[in-house]
Structure formats: C-alpha cells, structure tokens
C-alpha cells in the first residue's frame, strides 16, 4: 500500500496560478486542525439549542409536512436536548463534537437542504478534502464509482481519471456511498446518493462535522486491472468566499433559495480541480482576455456562473450555456451577461444545463425564464406558517422597501380565527419584472438537470417546464426537490432589531442556522404542487455514462441534440422598421410562423396570417411609436415573440 499521509500539500498545483498554490499550501492535517476546536461553553450551547427551538417551531415552513412524511420531531429532540443541558456544569458536559452531532441529526432528520445548523469557529469557512473527485456511472454491470479529477501535484501508482475505485477504507464502495447518503440530508433517495458520492472526498464543515477518521484507504484498479491501494490524510483549508451576504436585511438576502452545501462544494471544486477558473476571473477583473478558453468556448464576465460553448453533434451544431449557480448579488450584470451571451450561441437549438447548480437568488432564476419564452411568465407563488412569531415579522415589516411582506399579513391575520396552517400564496418575483426583457433566444431549448438541482434552481426547472418552455432532459428520476425561500438566523434577528419582545438572540463564536421560511408552489398545469420532496421529473432520462465523465459528457450532449433535431424552430424577427405619413413599416423575417400579430406601444395594432416567412406591415399613426411588439404564431400557439424599442 502506498503511504500518501506524509505527502506535502505545497507540490499541488504547481503549474496552477500561485495564489491558489499558496492556499493550498496553508492547509492542515485534520488532527492538527481540531486542536484548536472546542471554545463553546456551557450557556452558549444551550443558547444556540434554544434558538433552533424557536427557529423550528415558529418559522420552519416545512415541520407539519416533515413531520409527517419522515416520521419524526424535531422540536421534541430539542427540548429533550434542553433539558439534559439544564442538569449539565462545565465539568460533566460531554466533548463539544458530541452537541455538534446532535444538533446536525436533528436538523439533518428533516432532509430539508435549506435548514441547517451551522458549526461555529473554527468550522467556519473550511472545507476538509482530499485531492481528487470521484463519480457515478452505470452501465449493463451496474453502478460504478470512477476517478473524474486529480488535483494537480498528486499521483499514485495508476491513480488518474478512469481509475475504478472498489473499497473505502475496507467497505465495498456501494456500500460506503450508501453510508454517507444516510448521514446527509436529502429530499429523496437519488439526492441523498448523489450527496453521499460526492462526500467522499469533499465536506464543508461549516455544515457537516470533521471526518472522524484522520485518514482513509483508497482501493482501486489501474488500467491493467491490477488491485492497488494506498492511504491518504484528510486536509483542511479555507474555501473561497461567497457571492452573497445574506444574512444582512437585503432583497437580495430575503430572496434567498440556496442549497448551501452544493454551493460550498461548487467553491472548493473550483479552487481544487479548475484553478482555470479561477484565473478567467482574476482576468475579467483586471480587464484582461480571459485565460485558457476551449474550443468552442465564449468569454464571459461570468466565469464562475456560466460556462457557453458551442459543441457539435451527429444532429447538428447547437450551443451549451452551463450555469453553474444563481448566487449572484448583481442582478442586472447577471442578465445582461446572460443575454449576451445566449445571443452569441448557434439559433438552431440550446442546451441548458443547470446540473449541480443548488440555486441562490430566487429572482436570478425565475427573471431569466423569459428570455427562452415568447409566453408570459408566471412567478412561483410562496406561503409562510401561520404563527404569532411570522405575523409579527410581516407586520413590522409590510411596508419597507427592502423587504415588503404586506401582502401576507391579512391571510395570516385571519389564520388566528378561521385556523389555516399556511398563509395565502404570492410570488417572491415580480411578475413584471419576471417578463419586462421578453424573449432572447428563438431556436429549441432543453434543459439538463441531475438531483443536485436545488432550491432556485428546482424553481427554475419546474418554470421550465411549467411554461413548457421545452423537453427537461434528466441524469436522475428527480431533481434535489427543494421548495423554499431560505432566511438564515442572523436575518431574522435583524428583522426584529429594536423590538424588545424578539426572541432572537445574537448566536456565539460565529455559530449560525438557517430555516425554509416560506414555501414554493409550482403554477400552470401544475398549480399548488408543492416543489419540496417532490422536485421536478424530467421528461426524458439519460444515465451518466464512463465515456460521459471521461469525455466531456459526450453521450449526454449527443441525447440532447437528438432531442432539439426533432424539434421545430420559430423566430420572428423585425429587420427594417421606418416611419412614412404617419404610419410605422415594420419589415418581419419569421421561421415556421403563420400568423403575426403586431403591438405598438403595447397596444395591438396589427394581424396578418402568412404564406411565406416575411411580411410587410403598415401601422397607421404610429409615427411617433416608441416600441412595438411582433408575435408569431403556429397553429394558434404563440411560439416566437420580439420586442424593438424606437426611442
């Protein structure tokens, strides 16, 4: 067996940028990392217990479905929990990692990825890792575990992706996943697999205890077949940071739906295994070309949130626009970047892929379903639990600007008479800002999603497929099925900053929690389905395949572009527009359109039925018109629709 415990983290990334290998180089072995744990003192424990009570019992949307659904009580946990402490003194309470423990199962028993409890310093901020990134496949055989990333500075004897990993520290690999998924949250089996996968090698331990073992042993097969192992030390290191605060009272941070392990895991695989990344970013920020494009790949401002490219296959030449997260704190450059660059990729067809995106803005999710639409966009509307402790919330709140709860508080006024467990419903998206950049792009979308999809990202995908936007293309049976809008303690305590009867207490050494506090419910043909536990099912599934991890998901882009060639284009497009006596002529080049109606300044003006795909419209006093507005038409469905401003 190869001995990698000794082995010295400053050799990583040698060829990387040297920012990232100077981080790297400042991690620690795991048992030197936990000598300086352990600070929290008897009354800080039970202040953070008793603040989860409250947060479980008056905030959490979610308990009466949890309750029921998994068979369990986590209020209950808490008090028990409570009450034990009270009996406790400094000297007879147990190891600080034991109340760590206890606080993540209860909060773990829900499956609920929105409601966490937050380890305090030193946990803050690291991650624990080991330099390499491990996936599932399956094929005829079964389900195999393979090596897809090596950090750069590491080897073992035939240790590189496509390595076939077969025992975990002397457990079958299955069965090693099958035990980390049972540690983890996770709305539904696929979930809680895929988590238990990628857990392996990766943990934020802002969320998830330290590994109890130092080290793990590693068997596997090399490219001849032979059995080798070898064993290696966990190391802990700073992540990088966030996108956005959202613990201060915000829009932004009010607006969260975000899987906050996903988008920790999302950081550290950026700085471990795509320093690439990271270096396109430092470009864009000093304004140089970015670094180390692809073939086939567009600059974007955005490194870190989308990835375009186009990519060829035996159906044709479409483009893949990769987003990887919605956690952006500027809306609008996130939009513009967004339009730029669906304008930029082939018009024939689009693959969009939101695979382990666990979400972040709920606006940056549910505005950019416009642009792939020519329909009008409906926001998912959300609900509180009615409790005394939400009420008072809303109507403290019901008239500020940056977070305006008013249209809850009469719904939950009435639930103190006629009983209602859940407040009326009303979209956390403006409707119109959710349709005020209209339609982009004109050719076929399908989109791509796994069970990582979290939060605003299940948002999205039940939006797109809600408004049947296209054919949703999945990995797994289901998406991770997270239905909420997520507000952390730290933001609760600050909504109810001045008012002397708040239960909310500052949490200490940086400890925190978070809560689901307003539910999600899909719309149209689906209207009132909740989206927790239940996520999004995808129309069409594909299996990740080796040649899929290893190929640059080859099999998974060629299923997608099989699924845009049958489908049919539309566009409309305005080519010429010029004024004459008064009256606007608008020139229109369409593709598979029949009918076009015509709008000038949002009033209809026009509609004519087509033979071929251009027409000549004549709009009568109009001169001064400042837009207008052409929607095609096929069949009678509404199927392509542009917007050009004049003014």
Not at 366 to 390: D, H, K
Request: charged share 20%; with cysteine; aromatic share 6%.
């Amino acid at each position: 067996m190869t001995d990698a415990a000794d082995r010295t983290i400053p050799d990583f990334l040698p060829n990387a940028a040297e920012p990232v290998r100077e981080h790297l180089a400042a991690s620690t072995g795991l048992a030197t990392f936990l000598q300086g744990a352990g600070a929290l003192t008897l009354d800080e424990r039970r202040l953070i217990a008793a603040q989860a009570l409250i947060m479980l019992e008056q905030n959490y949307v979610h308990l009466p479905l949890k309750s029921a659904m998994y068979a369990v009580n986590p209020t209950q946990r808490l008090r028990l929990l409570i009450h034990r402490m009270e009996r406790q003194t400094p000297q007879t309470m147990p190891q600080e990692w034991m109340f760590h423990s206890e606080m993540s199962e209860i909060f773990h028993s829900v499956r609920d990825l929105h409601t966490n409890y937050l380890l305090p310093t030193p946990f803050v901020g690291k991650i624990a890792y080991l330099p390499f990134l491990i996936e599932r496949y399956t094929d005829q055989q079964g389900a195999h575990f393979m090596v897809t990333h090596v950090a750069e500075g590491f080897s073992a004897p035939g240790f590189e992706p496509g390595t076939e990993i077969t025992h975990w520290s002397g457990i079958p690999i299955a069965d090693a996943v099958d035990l980390n998924a049972a540690r983890f949250a996770g709305s539904n089996a696929e979930a809680r697999r895929s988590r238990g996968v990628q857990s392996l090698t990766l943990r934020p331990l802002r969320i998830h205890l330290p590994p109890f073992e130092e080290w793990v042993t590693v068997s596997y097969l090399d490219a001849d077949g032979t059995k080798r192992e070898f064993r290696e030390s966990w190391r802990i290191v700073d992540n990088l940071p966030t996108f956005v605060d959202a613990d201060s009272v915000s829009s932004v941070a009010a607006a969260q739906g975000l899987d906050l392990e996903a988008d920790e895991i999302s950081r550290a695989k950026v700085l471990l295994f795509a320093p690439r990344i990271l270096a396109q970013a430092r470009a864009v920020e000093a304004g140089d070309p970015a670094p180390g494009l692809r073939a086939g790949e567009i600059a974007t401002t955005l490194p870190k949130v989308f990835r375009a490219k186009e990519v060829q296959t035996s159906a044709g030449t479409y483009g893949h626009l990769r987003i990887f997260t919605f956690a952006v704190d500027d809306l609008e450059s996130y939009l513009e970047e967004l339009v730029r660059l669906i304008r930029l990729l082939p018009d024939r067809g689009l693959i969009l892929d939101v695979r382990d995106n666990g979400g972040g803005l709920v606006y940056a999710a549910e505005l950019a379903l416009q642009l792939f639409t020519p329909g009008r966009i409906t926001p998912e509307p959300v609900q509180f639990i009615n409790t005394p402790l939400n009420l008072r919330i809303c109507r403290k709140h019901r008239d500020d600007p940056r977070i305006n709860l008013g249209a809850w508080v009469p719904s939950m006024d009435q639930a103190v008479e006629i009983g209602a467990v859940y407040s009326a419903a009303f979209p956390l998206s403006p409707e119109d800002a959710a349709n005020s950049i209209g339609q982009q792009y004109f050719g076929p979308v399908v989109l791509i999603t796994n069970a990582r999809c979290y939060s605003a990202t299940d948002i999205f995908s039940a939006g797109f497929q809600d408004h049947r936007i296209g054919p949703v293309l999945g990995t797994d049976q289901c998406t991770g099925a997270g239905g909420a809008n997520v507000w952390t303690q730290e933001l609760l305590t600050d909504l109810l900053a001045g008012d002397p009867a708040s239960p909310y207490m500052r949490l200490p050494k940086q400890a925190g929690m978070r809560v689901a506090i307003r539910r999600t419910l899909r719309v149209r043909d689906n209207s009132g389905t909740p989206v927790e536990d239940l996520g999004v099912t995808p129309d069409e599934l594909h299996r990740m395949t080796r040649a899929d991890l290893l190929e640059d998901n080859a099999g998974l882009l060629e299923r997608a572009g099989q699924i845009l060639q049958s489908l049919t284009p539309h566009a409309v497009s305005i080519t010429e527009a010029s004024t004459t006596d008064g009256a606007l002529r608008l020139k229109v080049k369409v593709t598979n359109v029949d009918r076009l109606d015509v709008y000038v300044d949002q009033r209809p003006r026009a509609s004519i039925d087509l033979a071929d795909g251009q027409a000549d419209v004549t709009v009568p006093d109009a001169a001064t018109a400042q837009s207008a507005r052409v929607e095609g038409f096929a069949s009678g469905r509404l199927v392509a629709s542009r917007t050009e401003q004049f003014q």
